[in-house]
């Protein structure tokens, strides 16, 4: 799958969030997810987590979590063009996984990860460690 984008406008992880993956939030489907501001949790808003364990261990906090009926339901994290997005990937699957923990057994609201440098998307669910779409921008 791709999307059409002119990568010269991404000059950092501001310009995805903001050119990006903002707009994909809002806007309606089919071409977006469709979600409106009150459902749109940013990350000064959010509660940062400790992700990882031992020495790799840090606090974390993505860019965006989706709000639906008042439970955390989408983690986005957005980065630099041609940063590491699988590490990006991992970490947002982290912090739902940690979101997941403060609910009961077998309620796990977090569901879906999304992961972009603007230049590619990576999609997935929060327990499969391989995004289930990989989308690419065509310049």
Do not use: H
Not at 84 to 93: G, I, P, Q, T
Not at 104 to 130: F, V
């Amino acid at each position: 799958m791709e999307y059409e984008l002119d990568e010269k406008f991404l000059l950092n992880e501001s310009d995805v969030e903001q050119k990006v993956l903002l707009p994909l939030i809002k806007t309606i489907e089919p071409e977006g997810l469709g979600y409106n501001d009150t459902q749109i949790q940013t990350k000064f808003n959010l509660k940062k987590i400790e992700i990882e364990k031992g020495n790799k261990a840090k606090l974390y906090y993505p860019d965006y979590v989706i709000i639906k009926d008042g439970i955390p339901s989408i983690i986005i994290e957005a980065k630099r063009p041609r940063e590491d997005l699988v590490k990006a990937f991992r970490e947002a699957r982290l912090y739902a996984l940690e979101i997941n923990a403060l609910y009961q057994t077998d309620l796990n609201p977090c569901k879906l990860i999304i992961a972009s440098d603007g230049i590619r998307l990576l999609a997935g669910t929060w327990d499969a460690a391989e995004p289930t779409f990989d989308i690419k921008s065509k310049n």
